[in-house]
Nanobody, 122 residues
């Protein structure tokens, strides 16, 4: 089992960029689908992006498509979320998650990080 740990959050101006990283210790990292989710105040946690074990498949929420890019480096046990053209509505706690299934559902991810705050100012 892997344990994700996020980093890279912070304050950014609208239109700016930010890259989140998620390190997941464990020799089986390459066998996991990795995903990013986010939760804004007063809202439910929502899917942002997912990447398959070998990085051949990626999926994005419609709200971030064309602006965010998910990638992974299995040699470094790390997954990234490059966020461009950020909007105030992207403000949320961003969570990294690992799961066995290829899914966009939070229920399909079994290991979660503690989250990192991203705040986009207008």
């Amino acid at each position: 089992q892997v344990q994700p740990v996020e980093s890279g959050g912070g304050l950014v101006q609208a239109g700016g960029s930010r890259r989140l990283s998620c390190s997941a210790a464990g020799r089986t990292f390459s066998t996991y689908t990795m995903g990013w989710f986010r939760q804004a105040p007063g809202k439910e946690r929502e899917f942002v992006a997912a990447i398959s074990r070998g990085a051949s498949l990626t999926r994005y929420a419609d709200s971030v498509k064309g602006r965010f890019t998910i990638s992974r480096d299995n040699a470094e046990n790390t997954v990234y979320l490059q966020m461009n053209s950020l909007k105030p509505e992207d403000t949320a706690v961003y969570y990294c998650a690992a799961g066995i299934l290829w899914t966009m559902s939070a229920a399909g991810f079994t290991s979660w990080g503690q989250g990192t705050q991203v705040t986009v100012s207008s």
